[in-house]
């Protein structure tokens, strides 16, 4: 599933951004060196980002792992097969009514 093209294209961007990044990172602490005071914020605050923005990938591929789990398990569990397609109409949207109505009922009791 991480392996699919949007996912890749995801894992591409994600690695050319931290990239990108670490070497703006290195590029404001060579401005800074020569003499540019305001580049000492951006020479750590590139390398900051480039942190943010790999822990956000790493949340969101552990986010997608854990999805994938769990509808696993649910298509697997009793009554997976009770459940109707899309196709088949009026039955998916008499199911979808009885889930939304059922959980309603959940909530309330909570």
Known sequence: MLLRPRWLAWHAFAVLATAGMLYLGDWQLHRALSG?????????EWPLFAVFGVYFWIKSLRDELREAGASAQVSDGPGAEARPTPADGEAYVAWLKSEVQHRSRWQRRR
Not at 36 to 44: G, H, K, P, R
Request: cysteine-free; overall charge negative; hydrophobic content about 45%.
């Open 36 to 44: 540019n005071e305001l580049s000492w914020a951006y020479t750590f």
